[in-house]
């Protein structure tokens, strides 16, 4: 059975950097190219940035230089550090492969940018 736990969201003041965690089980991970997606209420599911099984990575562009996605196969855990955060940054944050995400998905983690 697949899981995906993701964690590390909170309230961040703008200009301020998270890092989110997403521990995976019941895939085989490193074979896997890992993504991290967001969600706004009423708004479709974007890609924010993936990773691929040899470390590759892509970003969509209004993240771009300020969000790093990392991944630890022996730890079936993909990361993704977030500076210079702004307010449009605030969602909540989901990790699944890609690019066909498994239908199973986690609980996400919310990430909130104000002052």
């Known amino acids: 059975q697949v899981q995906l736990v993701e964690s590390g969201g909170g309230l961040v003041q703008p200009g301020g950097s998270l890092r989110l965690s997403c521990a995976a089980s019941?895939?085989?991970?490193?074979?896997?190219?890992m993504a991290w997606y967001r969600q706004a209420p009423g708004k479709q599911r974007e890609l924010v940035a993936f990773?691929?099984?040899?470390?590759?990575?892509n970003y969509a562009g209004s993240v771009k230089g300020r969000f790093t996605i990392s991944r630890d196969n022996a730890k079936n855990t993909v990361y993704l550090q977030m500076n210079s955060l702004k307010p449009e940054d605030t969602t909540v944050y989901y990790c699944?492969?890609?690019?066909?995400?498994?239908?199973?998905w986690g609980q996400g983690t919310q990430v909130t940018v104000s002052s």
């Open positions: 990773i691929t099984r040899d470390g590759s990575t």
């Open positions: 699944n492969t890609y690019p066909r995400p498994n239908t199973y």
């Open positions: 019941g895939i085989i991970f490193s074979i896997n190219t």
